[in-house]
Every structure is written in C-alpha cells, then in structure tokens.
C-alpha cells in the first residue's frame, strides 16, 4: 500500500510559477514511477510528467517541456513538480500516482492516486 498527499496547488496569474509536493507514505520500492497527471473540468485525465524513482529518468508531456520540472527526493519519499511560465490551459486539478508499469504515461497504469489539488491560473 502507498499513500500518497499532494500538497501546493492555488491561484496564480498567467506567466507565474507555482510548485506541488507529492508525498508519498508506505511501501516505496525502488522500480516505481511517481507520475502527475492533471484534470480540468470537463475534460479527460492526461499525463503531465513523471519520474523514475531509481535514476530520476524524466518523462513529459509536450504541452509542459521546457515549463514544468519533475524532481524526487528519495530520502523524504517526495515528489515535486515545479511549474513555471503558466499558462490560463493549465487550470486544473493535479493528481500524483505511484506505478510500477513501464506505461509512465498511461493512467490506468498508475495504482495508486492521491486526492489531488487545484491549480487556477488566471489570465
């Protein structure tokens, strides 16, 4: 079982920086994947980011490269996700979610989901 807390999320103008911590409680092994994915209203989860908890190998949707860094700290079972440059299309709630998949991008992949925080970006 892993738990994991998100914690970070608010309002913030269109061109600003927000960060989200995501930390995680339980059994954390070694091949797992910390992802963010994100949902604005009326519209389907989709994968933002994700780190390979061993190596730190990153993954990216398009839409953030260049704008958003996923980071880990192994040692406080935390994940973070820095977000720069924000823009209105970011508005949504992000989730963080543990998998053991190779499919860091897919949601049904990811076993385990915190309960999310909402990110407003105004314009």
């Known amino acids: 079982q892993v738990q994991l807390v998100e914690s970070g999320g608010g309002l913030v103008q269109a061109g600003g920086s927000l960060s989200l911590s995501c930390a995680a409680s339980?059994?954390?092994?070694?091949?797992?994947?910390m992802g963010w994915f994100r949902q604005a209203p009326g519209k389907e989860r989709e994968f933002v980011a994700a780190?390979?908890?061993?190596?730190?190998?990153?993954y990216y949707t398009d839409s953030v490269k260049g704008r958003f860094t996923i980071s880990r700290d192994n040692a406080k079972n935390t994940v973070y996700l820095k977000m720069s440059s924000l823009k209105v299309e970011d508005t949504a709630v992000y989730y963080c979610?543990?998998?053991?998949?190779?499919?860091?991008?897919?949601?049904?992949?990811?076993?385990?989901w915190g309960q999310g925080t909402q990110v407003t970006v105004s314009s």
């Open positions: 780190v390979r908890w061993s190596g730190g190998d990153t």
């Open positions: 979610a543990v998998t053991a998949s190779a499919r860091v991008e897919m949601g049904d992949a990811y076993g385990y």
């Open positions: 339980g059994r954390i092994v070694s091949r797992y994947v």
